[in-house]
C-alpha cells in the first residue's frame, strides 16, 4: 500500500499549520502547503512524458507534455490531489470553528 499521499498530505498540513498558528494566515498556508506538491507531481509528469514520448530528452517535450493525461497515472493524481484535500479541510474547519 502506497502511503506518500498520506504523508504528502501531513506534511501539507504542517505547512499550513505553522503559517496559520505562527502568523495567524491559514490561506497562505494551505495555498503554500498544497502548491508545493502539485509542482512536484507537475515535475515528475513532466519526467513520465519525457520517458514515454520524448526518447529521453528534454529537448523532445512540448511545453504541454506536463500536463498530457497521458503522463499521469492514478498514484501521481493522489499524490496532489490528497494534500490539497486535506488542506481545504483544515482551512474550513478553521473557518467554521474560529
Not at 505562527?22 to 515528475?44: K, M, P, Y
Not at 526518447?55 to 494534500?83: C, T
Amino acid at each position: 500500500m502506497d502511503l506518500s499521499p498520506v504523508f504528502h498530505a501531513c506534511a501539507a498540513v504542517a505547512v499550513q499549520c505553522l503559517f496559520g498558528l505562527i502568523l495567524n494566515d491559514w490561506h497562505s498556508g494551505a495555498v503554500l502547503g498544497c502548491l508545493w506538491f502539485i509542482a512536484r507531481e507537475q515535475t515528475q509528469a513532466e519526467y513520465r512524458w519525457i520517458a514515454m514520448f520524448g526518447d529521453g530528452h528534454r529537448k523532445n517535450m512540448p511545453w504541454w507534455g506536463g500536463f498530457a493525461i497521458r503522463a499521469w497515472d492514478i498514484p501521481s493524481l493522489l499524490d496532489m490531489l490528497v494534500p490539497v484535500v486535506a488542506c481545504a479541510v483544515v482551512y474550513t474547519a478553521v473557518i467554521l470553528l474560529g
